[in-house]
């Protein structure tokens, strides 16, 4: 083979992609600006970012070929992200040994060895030993492939709770109300919550929930997933009783029929309205600004003022604000709601955040209504 820059003959290629060869470090260095933009990044490069982050990875691929999409449940994959952390911020260990025992099938044997050398223990480390079958058989993600893998996996959890009729059947030929629900079936009995992107995020009453003083502020999410979990698990609600329920807007009675009390749910407003039902454009605006792959969708830019925007930086700082604004413990999006249909956002947001940098005339809407 040649360098791709200066075409001397060289046996050399980039650690990422094997597919361009360069003769000396220069020569790469050189070709950095050039290379970086179809050169795309390892999921270890993607998996030390979530780890400086201390988060659980996102992407699909980092989920799928470090482990994540093996565990049972949150807990599982808090403790695995553990594990990650100690391995690079204490450690030290970088992206490219990380990929190298991936792409090795020596993942497991290379994280014992750094532990190990570096005579590190932990919490974190001793669960791995008890639960090393977890990094065992990970393979190349492969987009739809994998992805159907997965779901035919978690579907297979969610088939005692479908008909006789319904287990026959695909999971792309129900209804959207029905794929909805089973989809939160799908989350709630492998003990997540849903992600911000979801659209069961909104339906189904997490997008009301407040942030919690939990690490991660999602201590009322976890509740409703809770209560959801009783309802599935321990009263062996149906999918089609659900599916009703959802459809006739009588979640939360089929809630409060099988499970007993529950006063949370009114005494924290926690919505959970119809399938077709509108929503409040609130917590499209909550979807938008705490997700990175969320758009901005017409209500939001009418009733929130980006209407007002005439530049992305100004976009981008109105965006940042609400971020700011719902992180914020004393914030309720029913409020925010309220604040909007009264024309009073600025008086609104000023009561939760009075030392930020605000501008009155980029929070106006077109409320209240004549």
Not at 95 to 121: C, F, M, P, R
Request: glycine letters at 6%.
């Amino acid at each position: 083979m040649e360098c791709s820059l200066c075409k001397k003959p060289t046996n050399s290629c980039c650690s990422r992609c094997k597919a361009r060869y360069y003769c000396s470090k220069e020569c790469q260095k050189k070709d950095y600006v050039n290379h970086v933009l179809d050169c795309p990044p390892r999921s270890a490069d993607d998996l030390v970012k979530s780890a400086y982050a201390d988060l659980v990875p996102t992407k699909p691929a980092v989920l799928h070929e470090y482990g994540f999409n093996n565990c049972k449940d949150p807990r599982e994959k808090s403790m695995l992200l553990g594990l990650y952390i100690g391995l690079i911020k204490i450690i030290g260990c970088s992206a490219s040994q990380i990929h190298s025992w991936w792409e090795n099938g020596e993942l497991s044997l290379g994280i014992k060895k750094a532990y190990n050398d570096a005579g590190v223990t932990s919490g974190y480390y001793q669960w791995f030993l008890e639960n090393e079958n977890l990094l065992q058989g990970l393979h190349k993600y492969e987009g739809e492939k994998s992805d159907k893998a997965l779901m035919d996996k978690y579907y297979a959890m969610v088939k005692p709770y479908l008909s006789v009729h319904d287990q026959s059947l695909s999971f792309e030929s129900f209804s959207e109300p029905k794929r909805n629900v089973i989809v939160l079936y799908l989350i709630t009995l492998i003990g997540c919550i849903p992600r911000v992107e979801q659209q069961c995020w909104i339906d189904f009453g997490f997008s009301s929930c407040k942030v919690g003083k939990d690490h991660l502020g999602e201590e009322e999410e976890i509740r409703l997933s809770k209560l959801y979990r009783k309802l599935i698990v321990q009263e062996g609600c149906k999918v089609d009783e659900f599916n009703d329920a959802y459809v006739s807007g009588t979640v939360v009675d089929l809630l409060k029929r099988k499970c007993g009390s529950c006063s949370w749910l009114s005494e924290n407003r926690i919505e959970i309205q119809a399938h077709h039902q509108p929503k409040k454009s609130v917590y499209y605006l909550k979807q938008y600004v705490l997700s990175e792959s969320v758009g901005l969708q017409n209500s939001v830019w009418a009733d929130y003022g980006f209407m007002n925007c005439r530049t992305e930086n100004e976009i981008r700082q109105l965006k940042q604000m609400y971020k700011k604004l719902i992180k914020t413990p004393q914030f309720d999006p029913r409020d925010l709601h309220k604040a909007c249909l009264a024309g009073k956002i600025f008086n609104y947001v000023r009561s939760i955040l009075p030392n930020e940098e605000l501008k009155a005339d980029l929070l106006r809407n077109l409320y209240p209504l004549k």
